[in-house]
């Protein structure tokens, strides 16, 4: 499979620090070849695999772009749980079918287009419709299976991208195929989802503030942001025994969003119109960076590479020397 084979753990580590993998979901019934295809991805070879139970998470490098793999079980009790949680939350989705099994048509038409409306119309997103198993002589021709499945309709669905392939995970069939559809269309929507942080802030989880970046004709006061959040933590510390519960807040003309750990508050304000799920990934980045930092002096020059801001625009407020 040649340029999407994985890179080598160091070059990994390196792209984990910049950035974290573009989420992207698999889904469809028992037996399809989920799991045969995330080996087939990450190895470029066939593997005989077992049903997948819940979820499995997988990273791998394809082109330029490193995604992560949620492949989620096919048995019902996983559609009707896990498979909502996150669909929701997937830039795309994955989805497969055994070709050469037409009595699951009618059940996997059901899951598919249930799947898609889960995605809502708000953030555009992308859909690969793999129909596997091609290399067996009772698998069903494309055309057939796009009219049975009702896929033209997804004409309809004005933010989605879509593509469909006939593939064998055993063959390699249209395998490079889907990958370069994948990667081409995926950073399409990467670029429209860029955000442009108003604020970011760091503090202890007593609301000392750390570290705020926040743009220099920032209507907002995020000053009093640190002392808030950390009110709203103590509180559901005693109230639910747990922190972490703010997740998210609206306020005006902004998004704010919140991350809290055993040691920090993180929050990152956005424009209304900006993407919460770009916004939500970005704030996971940093806090994997920040997390077991010792030294705060790099602290200024990681949180501006991560978020990828000019200082220049920026007023800088530090709570460490």
């Given at each position: 499979?040649?340029?999407?084979r994985?890179?080598?753990?160091?070059?990994s580590?390196?792209?984990?620090?910049n950035k974290?993998?573009?989420?992207?979901?698999?889904?469809?019934?028992?037996?399809?070849?989920?799991?045969?295809?995330?080996?087939?991805?990450?190895?470029?070879?066939f593997?005989?695999?077992?049903?997948?139970?819940?979820?499995?998470?997988?990273?791998?490098?394809?082109?330029?772009?490193?995604?992560?793999?949620f492949?989620?079980?096919?048995?019902?009790?996983?559609?009707?749980?896990?498979?909502?949680?996150?669909?929701?939350?997937?830039?795309?989705?994955?989805?497969?079918?055994?070709s050469?099994?037409?009595?699951t048509?009618?059940?996997?038409?059901?899951?598919?287009?249930?799947?898609?409306?889960?995605k809502?119309?708000?953030d555009?997103f992308?859909i690969?419709?793999?129909?596997?198993?091609s290399?067996?002589?009772?698998?069903?021709?494309?055309?057939?299976?796009?009219?049975?499945?009702?896929?033209?309709?997804?004409?309809?669905?004005?933010?989605a991208?879509?593509?469909?392939?006939?593939?064998?995970?055993?063959?390699?069939?249209?395998?490079?195929?889907?990958?370069?559809?994948?990667?081409?269309?995926?950073?399409?929507?990467?670029?429209?989802?860029?955000?442009?942080?108003?604020?970011?802030?760091?503090?202890?989880?007593?609301?000392?503030?750390?570290?705020?970046?926040?743009?220099?004709?920032?209507?907002?006061?995020p000053?009093?942001?640190?002392?808030?959040?950390?009110?709203?933590?103590?509180?559901?510390?005693?109230?639910?025994?747990k922190?972490?519960?703010?997740?998210?807040?609206q306020?005006?003309?902004?998004?704010?969003?919140v991350?809290t750990d055993?040691k920090?508050?993180?929050s990152?304000?956005?424009?209304?119109d900006?993407?919460?799920?770009?916004?939500?990934?970005?704030i996971?980045?940093?806090?994997?960076?920040?997390?077991n930092?010792?030294?705060?002096?790099?602290?200024e020059?990681?949180?501006?590479?991560?978020l990828n801001?000019?200082?220049?625009?920026?007023v800088?407020?530090k709570?460490?020397?």
């Amino acid at each position: 499979m040649g340029v999407f084979r994985l890179r080598n753990a160091k070059q990994s580590q390196i792209l984990k620090f910049n950035k974290k993998g573009i989420p992207l979901v698999i889904i469809g019934l028992p037996q399809g070849g989920k799991s045969t295809f995330v080996k087939r991805v990450k190895t470029g070879e066939f593997f005989e695999t077992r049903a997948t139970m819940g979820m499995q998470f997988e990273t791998a490098e394809i082109g330029d772009i490193r995604f992560d793999i949620f492949d989620l079980g096919g048995h019902k009790s996983y559609r009707k749980t896990i498979w909502q949680t996150y669909t929701k939350l997937a830039y795309g989705l994955i989805f497969i079918i055994d070709s050469a099994n037409p009595e699951t048509f009618d059940l996997a038409k059901k899951e598919f287009w249930r799947s898609i409306d889960l995605k809502g119309d708000q953030d555009e997103f992308i859909i690969l419709f793999l129909c596997n198993k091609s290399d067996l002589d009772e698998s069903v021709d494309l055309e057939t299976i796009i009219n049975h499945m009702e896929l033209y309709k997804l004409v309809e669905k004005e933010n989605a991208s879509f593509q469909f392939f006939k593939t064998s995970m055993k063959t390699g069939e249209n395998v490079d195929a889907t990958l370069k559809w994948l990667v081409s269309n995926t950073s399409r929507i990467v670029q429209k989802r860029t955000i442009h942080p108003q604020m970011f802030m760091l503090a202890d989880l007593e609301g000392f503030p750390i570290l705020e970046i926040d743009k220099m004709d920032l209507e907002e006061d995020p000053s009093l942001m640190a002392g808030f959040l950390s009110a709203i933590e103590s509180f559901s510390q005693k109230l639910f025994g747990k922190t972490g519960i703010l997740q998210f807040m609206q306020s005006g003309d902004y998004k704010y969003i919140v991350k809290t750990d055993d040691k920090f508050i993180y929050s990152l304000i956005i424009k209304m119109d900006e993407c919460q799920e770009e916004a939500r990934r970005l704030i996971e980045i940093v806090s994997e960076n920040v997390y077991n930092m010792e030294n705060f002096g790099i602290l200024e020059g990681i949180i501006t590479q991560l978020l990828n801001i000019d200082p220049s625009e920026y007023v800088l407020r530090k709570g460490f020397i």
